[in-house]
C-alpha cells in the first residue's frame, strides 16, 4: 500500500489530486487548516475508492504547524506540497505581519516537513515530491510582488533539492499553473474571467483535475527520468 501527503487538500486543486490519487489505490493524509467542512465533504467523495483516509489540522502559517502534521505520519511513499494562499497588493501594501506569515506559509514550513519527512521516503522504491508552484514563481505578477517572489523561491527549492536527493532515488518536481478554476478564482467578475481567458492561447482557464492529472504522472514511475523540473501547466499563457 503506498501513503501519500496531500497539503492543502480542502483547496480546489488539492481536492482535485486527492481525486486522483485515491482513483489510483493509494492511502492518504488529507492536511487541511480551517476547511474541516471540506475535508469531511471530500473524505466522503473519496470514500468509494475504499483506501485509507487520514485527516490532519495544522496551520501551517505558525513556526510549529509543520511538527504538529509531521507528528501524524507514519508510513510514506509521496508528498504533495499545495499549500498556500495568494496575497494582492502593491508592495507597499504588504504589512510586515502578512509578510511573515506568507513567508512561513510557502517556503519555512514547506522546508521544514521536507526535511522532517525525508527519512521516511528514503525507505521507500520509487519515493516522489510534488510541488505545487505558480506561473507567476516563473514570470512574476504586477501587484502579486511577494506571492511572485514565494513562488520563485519555491521553484528553485525543487531545482536544488532534485540535485541532493537524486543520489537517494527520491524525485521532485513542481507543477506551475495557470489561470485555475478554482475558489480562488471568485473574486473575479464574469467579464474579468472572459478577458482573462483571452489572454490564455488556448482560450480557456484550466480545469483542477488536469493539474491532478499532471501530478499523478510526476508521482508515477512513468516519470522515473524526470526530476527537478518546473512544469508549466498554463494553456500556453507563459511559455
Same mark, same amino acid.
Not at 32 to 61: H, K, V
Not at 88 to 109: K, R, W
Not at 119 to 132: E, F, Y
Not at 182 to 189: I, K, V
Given at each position: 500500500?503506498?501513503?501519500?501527503?496531500?497539503?492543502?487538500?480542502?483547496?480546489?486543486?488539492?481536492?482535485?489530486?486527492?481525486?486522483?490519487?485515491?482513483?489510483?489505490?493509494?492511502?492518504?493524509?488529507?492536511?487541511?487548516?480551517?476547511?474541516?467542512?471540506?475535508?469531511?465533504?471530500?473524505?466522503?467523495?473519496?470514500?468509494?475508492?475504499?483506501?485509507?483516509?487520514?485527516?490532519?489540522?495544522?496551520?501551517?502559517?505558525?513556526?510549529?504547524?509543520?511538527?504538529?502534521?509531521?507528528?501524524?505520519?507514519?508510513?510514506?511513499?509521496?508528498?504533495?506540497?499545495? &499549500?498556500?494562499? $495568494?496575497?494582492?497588493?502593491?508592495?507597499?501594501?504588504?504589512?510586515?505581519?502578512?509578510?511573515?506569515?506568507?513567508?512561513?506559509?510557502?517556503?519555512? &514550513?514547506?522546508?521544514?516537513?521536507?526535511?522532517?519527512?525525508?527519512?521516511?521516503?528514503?525507505?521507500? $522504491?520509487?519515493?516522489?515530491?510534488?510541488?505545487?508552484? &505558480?506561473?507567476?514563481?516563473?514570470?512574476?505578477?504586477?501587484?502579486?510582488?511577494?506571492?511572485?517572489?514565494?513562488?520563485?523561491?519555491?521553484?528553485?527549492?525543487?531545482?536544488?533539492? $532534485?540535485?541532493?536527493?537524486?543520489?537517494?532515488?527520491?524525485?521532485?518536481?513542481?507543477?506551475?499553473?495557470?489561470?485555475?478554476?478554482?475558489?480562488?478564482?471568485?473574486?473575479?467578475?464574469?467579464?474579468?474571467?472572459?478577458?482573462?481567458?483571452?489572454?490564455?492561447?488556448?482560450?480557456?482557464?484550466?480545469?483542477?483535475?488536469?493539474?491532478?492529472?499532471?501530478?499523478?504522472?510526476?508521482?508515477?514511475?512513468?516519470?522515473?527520468?524526470?526530476?527537478?523540473?518546473?512544469?508549466?501547466?498554463?494553456?500556453?499563457?507563459?511559455?
Amino acid at each position: 500500500m503506498k501513503f501519500a501527503l496531500i497539503t492543502g487538500a480542502s483547496g480546489g486543486i488539492g481536492r482535485a489530486i486527492a481525486h486522483e490519487m485515491a482513483k489510483e489505490g493509494m492511502s492518504l493524509y488529507l492536511h487541511y487548516n480551517t476547511n474541516q467542512e471540506g475535508i469531511s465533504i471530500l473524505m466522503e467523495e473519496l470514500a468509494p475508492y475504499g483506501t485509507e483516509l487520514i485527516p490532519i489540522q495544522a496551520d501551517l502559517s505558525k513556526k510549529d504547524g509543520y511538527t504538529k502534521l509531521a507528528g501524524h505520519i507514519f508510513s510514506l511513499d509521496y508528498i504533495v506540497l499545495n &499549500s498556500g494562499k $495568494s496575497a494582492y497588493g502593491l508592495i507597499t501594501d504588504m504589512e510586515d505581519a502578512l509578510v511573515q506569515e506568507m513567508v512561513q506559509l510557502h517556503i519555512t &514550513s514547506p522546508f521544514q516537513l521536507t526535511r522532517t519527512l525525508l527519512p521516511k521516503l528514503r525507505h521507500k $522504491s520509487h519515493a516522489a515530491i510534488v510541488a505545487v508552484t &505558480s506561473i507567476w514563481g516563473q514570470t512574476g505578477a504586477s501587484n502579486e510582488v511577494l506571492y511572485s517572489m514565494l513562488k520563485g523561491a519555491q521553484n528553485t527549492f525543487v531545482k536544488a533539492l $532534485s540535485k541532493e536527493l537524486a543520489p537517494s532515488g527520491i524525485r521532485i518536481n513542481a507543477i506551475a499553473p495557470g489561470a485555475i478554476a478554482t475558489p480562488m478564482m471568485e473574486d473575479f467578475t464574469e467579464e474579468e474571467l472572459t478577458d482573462l481567458a483571452s489572454e490564455i492561447p488556448i482560450g480557456r482557464l484550466g480545469r483542477p483535475q488536469e493539474i491532478a492529472q499532471t501530478a499523478a504522472y510526476l508521482l508515477s514511475p512513468k516519470a522515473a527520468y524526470i526530476t527537478g523540473q518546473i512544469i508549466g501547466v498554463n494553456g500556453g499563457w507563459y511559455t
